[in-house]
């Protein structure tokens, strides 16, 4: 069993950044695929970046240029940089390990953070 706590959300005007960070615990995530999902009251929890054991990066299309997904396995951390913040970015972001399926869908993992706020005001 995996362990996740999100945290570095807040509140920042358009145009600013972001760094969330996402601790793991329980067991090691360094050999494990692990997302940020990001949702909105009333929609569907929408996929960001995810980066797998290798480091490869995986990013949605709404994100890719401003958010870079990385990992300190040393002390068992994903992060997520999110620079040129955007309105439409506001969202509780959620961590998760992956487990099977697709990288880019929800469903696919299986460990999740309880999220941290992020607010983008104008």
């Known amino acids: 069993q995996v362990q996740l706590v999100e945290s570095g959300g807040g509140l920042v005007q358009a145009g600013g950044s972001l760094r969330l960070s996402c601790a793991a615990s329980g067991r090691t995530v360094s050999r494990y695929t692990v997302g940020w999902f990001r949702q909105v009251p009333g929609k569907e929890r929408e996929f960001v970046a995810a980066?797998?054991?290798?480091?490869?990066?995986y990013y949605a299309d709404s994100v890719k240029g401003r958010f870079t997904i990385s990992r300190d396995n040393a002390i068992n951390t994903v992060f997520l940089q999110m620079n040129s913040l955007k309105r439409e970015d506001t969202a509780v972001y959620h961590c998760?390990?992956?487990?099977?399926?697709?990288?880019?869908?929800?469903?696919?993992?299986?460990?999740w953070g309880q999220g941290t706020q992020v607010t983008v005001s104008s």
């Open positions: 980066i797998d054991w290798s480091e490869n990066t």
């Open positions: 998760a390990v992956f487990g099977s399926g697709s990288y880019y869908s929800a469903s696919s993992y299986v460990y």
